[in-house]
């Protein structure tokens, strides 16, 4: 059983005029295919979307004075992919208010980062309809700034072999990393690679994964954190 809308209306500081309108944030499709309603929180997740898109790119905006466009842009859709929507809708335990259908809930479908992503979007909905985009962004931008203090760094997890490449550029006048297999164990079908990144002969990071690409990946992640450590300090 999903809690009471009410418990969670309650949180925010600004008068709410529909509860029904939250109702329908919080209703999953397979919640209103069961139950005969003739509505669920589809229409809502779709404006939601876009009311939050407008807060990301304007925080983003004002935040990263001297990014250029194309980056601003990767760090919106980090900020805006399901994983980090979900994240928004945990903190704010929506699990505990979506109204799942029964074949959803026995597969624990409330927890669903795409079940998570849909409410937190159609809940930003309905608090734009009922109050204004200054309500949503009462709400979202605490949660944004603490859940993502450093919105730059999600780059690193998008392409981390791509930032590490414009990272050497930029700062040590490398052409690109080199990537150095140092170990691969067990069977072709079950192998794990061990990797390590160098920068000009030095090595900047190591890496492990089931694929040469995933060990890769992790050396150059590790590599942008250990840097960007460095060049914070």
Known sequence: MSKD??????????????????LEAMTHKSYSAENALKYDNQR????????????LTEYLYSRYPDEQEGRLTKMRSALARQESFAKFAKEMHLDEFVRMGKGELLNDG?????????????????????????????????????????????????NPKGMLQEYTQQYC????????????EGPDHDCEYSISVLVKGKI???????????????????????LNETTNK
């Open 173 to 184: 006048k490398a052409e690109r990393p080199e990537y150095r297999i140092d170990s691969k």
């Open 44 to 55: 809502l997740e779709f404006l939601g979307d876009a009311v939050l898109q407008i807060i």
């Open 110 to 158: 409330q927890s669903r980062a795409s079940t998570l992503c849909d409410a937190f979007e159609a809940l930003a909905g309905a608090i734009y309809l009922d109050g204004s985009l200054d309500c949503v962004l009462g709400v979202v931008l605490p949660m944004l700034k603490e859940l993502f203090p450093e919105p730059r760094d999600l780059l690193v997890d998008l």
């Open 204 to 226: 900047v990071g190591h890496g492990k994964g089931k694929s040469r690409k995933s060990a890769e990946m992790d050396a150059a992640a590790n590599a942008m954190n250990a």
């Open 5 to 22: 809308i009410s418990e969670l209306l309650n949180r925010f500081d600004f008068k709410i005029k529909s509860k029904k309108l939250f």
